[in-house]
């Protein structure tokens, strides 16, 4: 291989890695959702919460930006929200994990999120049946919002079971109903 040529090749190489960087994913969340999960940290009641109503505005966000005629970009912003959707939803499913883990009773705030799982569900079959959609529009966020409902459909039964499991757990004292206590942190 010639010097022209390694040199070249040196520089693609760079240029694709510092291209794939500059992709990296943007987080979802704005500072202040950020501050109160992180507030949040040890109380799984109003963590999930927070993130079942973070999800929930990107959906109602996304149906305010495809009913507004003026929308530019609407195939892309339609991409970017149910993104934003499923990157919180799965945020939630970690935390869930999380918790779980740790043995604390999150019965209360799963029964939210078992009710939140229907509307979810409903609003985005909503949008893939939506009438008047071009091909093409739909083309470009097709992929993310088939991802998003199998997340859901296959989240929802999980969420329903582990109600089941903890519940039973309750019943024989297995689950931390004190999640902070011992650590310096205080419910609010």
Do not use: C
């Not at 010639?2 to 890695?17: E, K, M, P, T, V």
Request: zero cysteines.
């Amino acid at each position: 291989m010639s010097r022209g040529s390694l040199i070249l090749l040196s520089l693609a190489i760079l240029l694709a890695a510092g291209s794939a960087f500059a992709q990296r994913h943007r987080d979802p969340l704005t500072q202040p959702e950020i501050d109160k999960i992180r507030d949040t940290s040890w109380e799984p009641n109003q963590r999930l919460a927070l993130y079942v109503e973070f999800a929930r505005t990107r959906l109602v966000n996304l149906e305010e930006m495809r009913n507004n005629p003026k929308t530019l970009n609407r195939a892309q912003q339609t991409h970017d929200l149910l993104d934003d959707f499923q990157l919180l939803y799965d945020e939630l499913n970690d935390n869930i994990d999380t918790y779980v883990d740790r043995k604390d009773d999150i019965r209360k705030p799963l029964k939210v999120i078992i009710e939140a799982d229907s509307e979810f569900s409903s609003k985005l079959r909503a949008l893939k049946d939506a009438a008047g959609v071009k091909p093409a529009e739909f083309s470009l966020y097709e992929f993310v919002l088939t991802n998003a409902l199998d997340t859901v459909d296959s989240s929802t039964e999980d969420h329903r079971k582990l109600l089941t499991e903890q519940e039973d757990e309750s019943k024989h004292k297995k689950l931390n109903r004190h999640p902070s206590e011992g650590t310096g942190v205080s419910p609010e």
